[in-house]
């Protein structure tokens, strides 16, 4: 059975979670892409675990994007049709439905997404995409539990997003970067901060564990991981010593100190060269904590004083290639008015 995944725009992770995480998908069209599985448990169950899933539909093989056929097809008072090759034709569409089916109502997309998954939500609709072009016709199955993507945003015991911390569906496409199940795996976070990539990978199944050189940091973490029905072992620790804690990790995921915001260009050019010496001390280090073919996802600051571009990643150019397999660079991501870009690595141990 083939499905469509629609992910959200912001999240510059997508395409690299779901090579991870969901064999053979291809991109259909910008923020879709297209997969198989064996049925549709399989298939909610494999997007329900994606930090990018917004919302997941099916196709209905032998069905033509013809109004007689969806007519058929409209059990709910409330329906909706996004024509996905041509979203102009939306609307046209929308209307001559309703007159062949003589009843009901519907609901305008506003964008060639379809309607959103609060919308969805909210009310009984039955909604169809239609690809007139390929004469296909999904139907949605599926949208992303938001409310606890939000509990976890705003309503956790410490959630400032003024603080520079990872947006939760960041954080959890950062742990599927990680290519194993997780199950019975211990991933630890270094900079663990308030938790958020410990709090994602502990519901994906992880034995979970964390360092924080901050003890009120340490405290957040146990808090948020409390909160939400999660214990760990949590200490405080300077990063580059990990391996006086752990000898046996599968995985390491984290978003290191990043250095003091909001500086200025001639300052930048000091802050880079500090910010690589601890970056290796702490790759020296996990090499020893870590199992063999044990995993890295980092990420690695890189700053743009509008005259040059400083990127702290090259120091796994050199040294460390004796040590770590580079399975991938140059995943970005970055907040709205950041001055930093993130560019986060993906190692294995050899």
Known sequence: ???????????????????????????????????EA?????????????????????????????MESLADLVTAKNFSVTCLDNFQLSNQTNQELKTVLAKGRFILPKDQFGLSPILLKKHRIDEFLLDNHREEVWKTIWVHNFEHWIKKDRHMPFANAKAGILPPKIARSMVNLVPFDP??????????????????AAE???RVAGTDILEEQVRETQANLKFLGFEAQVSVLDATHLSDLFYDIDAIVTEPFLGKPNLRPDQIKYL???????????????HKALKPGGFIVMVFPSFDTGKQVYKTSSIIDGKLELSYNLLKRGILYSRPNADVRREIVILQKK
Do not use: H
């Open 272 to 286: 880079v060269p500090g910010l690589q010496k601890l970056y290796l001390g702490c790759l020296k280090d996990w």
């Open 204 to 206: 994906r199944g992880y």
């Open 38 to 66: 064996l049925d549709e448990l399989e298939a909610q169950r494999l997007v329900t675990n994606l930090g990018c899933s917004i919302k997941l539909a099916q196709e209905l093989p032998g069905v033509a994007p013809v």
């Open 1 to 35: 059975m083939r499905f469509l995944l629609f992910v959200g725009a912001s999240n510059t992770l997508a395409e690299s979670e779901i090579e991870a995480q969901i064999s053979g998908a291809t991109l259909y069209q910008p923020n879709v892409y297209l997969f």
């Open 183 to 200: 199950q019975g795996k211990l991933l630890v976070d270094p900079f663990c901060g308030s938790g958020r990539l410990l709090v994602e």
